[in-house]
């Protein structure tokens, strides 16, 4: 899929689904583009994925421009998005704006970041400014310590309504994308019909219009358990450390490499 978000549009007009998986670096963005896929974030999981971190409170501006500019390097035509990090839009539309440009320069195609009806008017202010915007709602894991966990968010009617009126929002403000993070199935199925743009899906049931997952989960190499939502395609960390003992094994052993010059 190219980065031409009006074939994204497009897509959704035709019930064309579209995957999408986060990337931190340049021999997975360029794997990724090599299989076809839509669409790449390089997403504030990198602080938990990559880095190690309990949540994503501390990445940087800077840790995402870096990351970036390495994933931009080999994506080739697939749309690259990229997060803007805690603490560096909430302030106001030109605190957001100064943020998108940096990680606009890195070589992103377009920013997202967390929030519902707050973040409407900053939305808005970026779009008027040329800037595309992937809006983020649902679970928004900046918001972890407000929350008190990972939950999953949309439950009961009033906080159902609350979300469907946010991506309303959101959608006609300018934004075009939607990721939406740990909803009820229905009620993510209920935003898709509802707002012209499309919807992203992560631990959101199967009606969004493309989903998401995070890389190092899809392989294996992420948290053990995965969100349950996860499907595991590979036993990456099984495979990796089965390599790395190989190798040490035949170091050891005088196996390999081979004495003789
Ligand atoms: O940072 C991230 O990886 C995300 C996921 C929800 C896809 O935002």
Redesign the pocket.
Known sequence: MSKDLKRWDQAKAEGRRLALL?AYDYPFARLAASAGLDGL?V????GM?VAGERD?LGVTLEDIAYHTRLVARGAGDLLVMA?LPFGTYEAGPAQAMASAATLLKAGADMV?F?GGAPMVETVGFLAARGVPVCA?IGLT?QHVRLLGGFRRQGRGEAAARRLAEDASALAAAGARLL?I?AIPAPLAAEITRAIPIPTIG?GAGGATDAQ???LHDLLGLGLDPAPSFVKRQLDGAALVRAAMERYAAEVRERQWPAMDP
Do not use: N, R, Y
Request: charged letters at 25%.
């Open positions: 986060t974030l997403g504030d999981s990198l994925a994503t997060d997202k967390e983020h894991p990721l993070e992560i998401i997952l995070v």
